[in-house]
């Protein structure tokens, strides 16, 4: 029983595809070798670092952090117990939460600063993409701000889907993820171990077309395409495919709504896009995904960019 657990397991890993920010990286790479001469010296010690972002596959996001603001709350007429003809109430000061999308790269745990123009910049990173599942793109972002209470999240096209680190695995509960994984209740993903020999494994579940729950500022999310919608077996290739699914998001809207304790609310809507997006390096030799399209001589990754809307 436990040979055929196990059979079924590895058959299950085998099957998985390719993440799709594994061979945007490696291209990424392979471009920057190419770069003009006068800047070879400068990045040879960058290109470890690009290899080692290869593996990894991590995603970018840029976003302005949240904090709180105050507004009046509406105004009561008359001497503040409702009878009309008094003095006027004072105007009641209310918390209204204000808010942020902050990066998580899964693999490396870095964070990207906010774009100067508020926008949003993805690059596919570490996911998981099968025909049964659907494909989690490892676009991951968490909600950052103050006095937020709830969350509610929508989007038009597409979905959402909850990313949750299961760190510190026991072997009781590596067998159990195994098992799920190999009965098809549970998306595939890799058990790893590290260093310190701690083992640990991402835990991908599909939320669907939106969400509302208690906010937790843990809380990772990412965008996520039904299995009935994504590019599988189009013989173009696993590279081409993941474009085509960061491409079924292009015109798409995401709409973020927080809601204070005492019931205030704020919301914020993004208008997604697709296509090959300009990569810059940082102070610390970093690169940093711009939400911005890509020139013929820039570097560049493929992925999804996002613009406030007013």
Known sequence: MKANSQNNYRKLMES?????????????????????????????????????????????L???????SLKPAPAASGDGTGAP????AEPVMRLVPTFGLTAYAAMTETSYGPAENG??????????????????TGCLFRITGENIAQVRMSIDRGGLYRYQLRDNLT???????????AEGTLAPAAISQRDDGTWYMPEMTALGEGLQEDYDPESLYGFWVPPEDMAVNT???ITTECQMDADYFDGGTLTVTVTSSDGTENTQTYRLHSGQLKVEYAGDNSIVVLPEPAGPDDLF??????????
């Open 171 to 181: 072997d009781e509960e590596m067998a159990a993820y195994r098992q799920a994984m």
């Open 301 to 310: 990754v493929y992925g999804i960019y996002a613009v406030p809307q007013d």
């Open 119 to 136: 926008g949003i910049a993805f690059a596919a990173g570490e996911g998981c993409v099968t025909p049964e599942f659907g494909d989690f």
């Open 16 to 60: 998985i595809y390719t993440p799709a920010g594994l061979n945007d990286r490696v291209l990424f790479a392979a471009r920057q070798e190419t770069a003009e001469p006068r800047r070879r010296r400068a990045e040879t010690r960058r290109r470890p670092w690009l290899l080692r972002t290869a593996v990894c596959a991590a995603c970018a």
């Open 85 to 88: 003809g008094g003095p006027a």
């Open 235 to 237: 013989g173009l290739g």
């Open 62 to 68: 840029a976003l302005v952090l949240g904090g709180i």
